[in-house]
C-alpha cells in the first residue's frame, strides 16, 4: 500500500529494514521486521516467515515465539500456534500478555475454556491488565454468563483508560 513519506507507518517500514539490513542474523531484526509486516501490512505469511526466523536465532525468545503463535492461528494453523504460545509462556511465565494473546490463540482454535483459563492467569498476574479483562469477558460472553462478562468488560474498560475496544466489546 502507498503511505505518504514520513508518517509514523513509513518510518516503521524504514526501521524495520534498517534493522534486517543492519543485522540479518539478529533475532530482534527479524522480530522488528516480522512485526511491521504483521500489525502494518497484514501480510501474515512473510511475517510468520520472520517470527519463525527470530526463534531460530533466539530459541528463547518468549515474545517472538508469542507472535508467532499469533499470526498462525490467524493463518488457521491452530496446532503449532499453541505449541508456540505454550513455549512463549514457558519462557515467560511472569508476563501477562503471554496468557492474554495465548487467550486469543485459544479463541482462535475455538477453545473457550482454555481461553477463559488463559485470561484469568493474565489477570492473576497483573489485577489491572486490561486485555486479561476484556480476554475474560469475550470467553465468559461465549459461555452464556452474560453478568460477569459485562463485569470483565466494565473492568477492562476502566483499567484500559477507556480504550474503544472494550468499550465496544460491552
Known amino acids: 500500500s502507498d503511505v505518504p513519506p514520513g508518517t509514523v507507518v513509513d518510518k516503521a517500514r524504514q526501521s524495520a529494514g534498517r534493522a534486517i539490513e543492519h543485522g540479518p542474523d539478529l533475532a530482534e531484526a527479524q ?3 516480522a512485526y511491521q509486516h504483521f500489525w ?3 501480510r501474515w505469511t512473510a511475517a510468520a516467515a520472520g517470527f519463525r526466523r527470530a526463534t ?14 499469533h499470526v ?21 511465565p511472569l508476563f ?8 486469543q490463540i485459544a479463541f482462535q482454535a475455538r477453545d473457550v475454556e482454555a481461553r477463559r483459563e488463559l485470561a484469568r492467569q493474565a489477570i492473576a498476574i497483573d489485577p489491572q491488565f486490561w486485555i486479561g479483562h476484556m480476554q475474560l469477558g469475550q470467553a465468559l460472553e461465549q459461555l452464556d454468563d452474560f453478568p460477569a462478562a459485562l463485569a470483565a468488560l466494565e473492568q477492562a474498560a476502566k483499567y484500559s483508560g477507556a480504550n474503544s475496544k472494550p468499550l465496544a466489546l460491552r
Open 96 to 103: 501477562p500478555l503471554t496468557y492474554a494473546l495465548s487467550a
Open 31 to 33: 522480530l522488528a521486521w
Open 56 to 69: 531460530e536465532l533466539d530459541p528463547n525468545n518468549a515474545f517472538a515465539h508469542l507472535l508467532l503463535g
Open 72 to 92: 498462525l492461528s490467524q493463518l488457521d494453523q491452530q496446532e503449532e500456534a499453541q505449541r508456540m504460545a505454550r513455549r512463549a509462556r514457558e519462557l515467560d
Open 40 to 42: 502494518l501490512d497484514w
